[in-house]
């Protein structure tokens, strides 16, 4: 199992390796709204772990361009967790 630690709420939830993050929705206060990557509500800076998500995809790349998401920010609905832990605050 994986773990994403939510840096602003002080909580760390468990979700099974390779899965997407928005497995996250209703575990914590993160929005999912879209869940397309076209809203930017689930937008989150990475503190630590980068590496243990998947590279962005075509469609979080372009919705970060859209919002100016910088090199440590990542959309939870199309980000993929691999392994190990990631701390994200939003």
Known sequence: ???V???NEG???EV???SSLVEL???CSILFACKAGTCGSCKVKVLEGMENLEPA???E???LEIFGGSSDERLLCQCKIKK???VVEY
């Open 57 to 59: 995809n075509e469609t």
């Open 61 to 63: 790349k372009a919705g």
């Open 16 to 18: 099974p390796d390779g």
């Open 1 to 3: 199992m994986a773990t």
């Open 5 to 7: 630690e939510i840096k």
């Open 84 to 86: 190990g832990k990631v």
């Open 11 to 13: 909580k760390k939830i």
């Open 25 to 27: 929705e209703g575990k």
